[in-house]
């Protein structure tokens, strides 16, 4: 089954504006529906107004780190199915394992490529669809 780019709206959480305007680049590209968000506060209420198909967080933010927004989404039973992705500059098992323990589907090392972050949409809307 192919993925249908064009009907996902995916949303992209991290304090470093250069990372989200690379991720909404390269994802409205391939036609996805793109919402950004700061950090984790700005994002929780994004998410309800929003309702991403997908999302990527960063782990390392200010005041609502990754760890703590994934949680809180997978937390939601409106949102417990949305796939989480952890995006960090740090490619640790620690951090993997952490991220796993708080419900993340997957985990992207920065910076990632195009085919990485297409990739992972894939395989999650793929699971999520099947």
Same mark, same amino acid.
């Given at each position: 089954?192919? $993925?249908?780019?064009?009907?996902?709206? $995916?949303?992209?959480?991290?304090?470093?504006?250069?990372?989200?305007?690379?991720?909404?680049?390269?994802?409205?590209?391939? +036609?996805?529906?793109?919402?950004?968000?700061?950090? +984790?506060?700005?994002?929780?209420?994004?998410?309800?107004?929003?309702?991403?198909?997908?999302?990527?967080?960063?782990?390392?933010?200010?005041?609502?780190?990754?760890?703590?927004?994934?949680?809180?989404?997978?937390?939601?039973?409106?949102?417990?199915?949305?796939?989480?992705?952890?995006?960090?500059?740090?490619? +640790?098992?620690?951090?993997?394992?952490?991220?796993?323990?708080? +419900?993340?589907?997957?985990?992207?090392?920065?910076?990632?490529?195009?085919?990485?972050?297409?990739?992972?949409?894939?395989?999650?809307?793929?699971?999520?669809?099947?």
């Amino acid at each position: 089954m192919d $993925v249908d780019f064009e009907s996902l709206t $995916v949303m992209v959480i991290d304090d470093s504006k250069t990372i989200r305007r690379t991720a909404e680049t390269l994802l409205k590209k391939v +036609g996805c529906a793109v919402v950004t968000a700061t950090d +984790g506060f700005d994002a929780l209420a994004k998410i309800a107004d929003n309702r991403p198909d997908i999302i990527f967080v960063d782990i390392m933010m200010p005041r609502l780190d990754g760890y703590q927004t994934c949680a809180l989404i997978k937390n939601n039973s409106q949102f417990k199915s949305t796939p989480v992705i952890m995006l960090s500059s740090k490619d +640790g098992l620690f951090d993997k394992a952490k991220g796993r323990i708080v +419900g993340s589907d997957e985990y992207l090392t920065k910076p990632f490529s195009k085919s990485e972050l297409i990739g992972a949409i894939e395989s999650q809307v793929r699971l999520t669809s099947a």
